[in-house]
């Protein structure tokens, strides 16, 4: 089976940096997914990390340890428009769908 | 752009009706995925399908059923809707790359109250 765990709420303020937590425990892996959903919205994608390291994409960068089990979403230069959930996912061995964890809320205040 | 939509955004329903979802994405996408959203409880998958009239159970099938006859289209069904199926409903699709980065697109939601 598969174990998905973060954080349920976190509150930073505008143009801080957070670091979203996830870790996980799965008998494969083939990578890893951060999701942002807005309230009422559907869940967008934000980036995939299948091998260790750091992917940046603007002001969003991911990372993983596949050794640890461990990923993290880090938002720079925070702006009100991020306050939203984020989702993390695994995708486990073969062609099993997507685990979902229940996502972290960010607050993000003046 | 992938595209996916959903029949209704809001949908008011009494108990013990037959109540049917209905999901389509323009992408040509092999995989369509069911999902419920609940407060505390995250993204619950209840139904997938990864072709034509294929369908496989996901964590909570139980008061669900699918239909897929057409590659496009993924329908939802709860055959006799209850209070605690009240919840909001995300459909989605990928384009299966084995062992890749399979990326889930949703549709807008449907959000569903049971009476």
Redesign the interface.
């Known amino acids: 089976g598969q174990n998905i765990d973060q954080p349920t709420e976190m509150t930073a303020t505008e143009g801080a940096i957070v670091q979203i937590n996830c870790t996980y425990q799965t008998s494969g892996f083939n990578g890893l997914f951060w999701y942002q959903q807005h309230a009422g919205e559907a869940p967008t994608f934000l980036s995939y990390n299948v091998l260790d390291g750091l992917e940046e994409k603007g002001r969003f960068s991911s990372f993983l340890s596949r050794s640890k089990g461990y990923s993290y979403l880090l938002l720079k230069e925070l702006q009100m428009k991020d306050s939203a959930s984020y989702l993390c996912a695994v995708r486990g061995p073969g062609n099993t769908p997507l685990v979902f964890g229940k996502g972290t809320r960010l607050s993000v205040i003046a | 752009d992938v595209k996916?939509t959903q029949s209704s955004r809001y949908l008011v329903k009494r108990t013990g009706e037959k109540v049917f979802l209905e999901c389509v994405q323009d992408m040509d996408h092999e995989n369509m995925?069911w999902y419920r959203q609940d407060p505390?409880?995250?993204?619950r998958?209840i139904y997938?399908s990864?072709d034509v009239k294929m369908k496989e159970k996901?964590d909570i099938p139980e008061g669900y059923s699918v239909s897929r006859e057409k590659k496009e289209r993924f329908s939802l069904i709860l055959e006799s809707a209850s209070t605690n199926q009240t919840s909001m409903y995300?459909c989605a699709s990928s384009l299966?790359i084995?062992?890749?980065?399979?990326?889930?697109?949703?549709?807008?939601?449907t959000r569903l109250l049971v009476l």
Request: aromatic fraction near 20%; charge should be negative.
């Open positions: 996916v995925f505390g409880l995250g993204l998958l997938f990864y996901g995300l299966p084995s062992g890749g980065q399979e990326t889930q697109y949703f549709g807008p939601g």
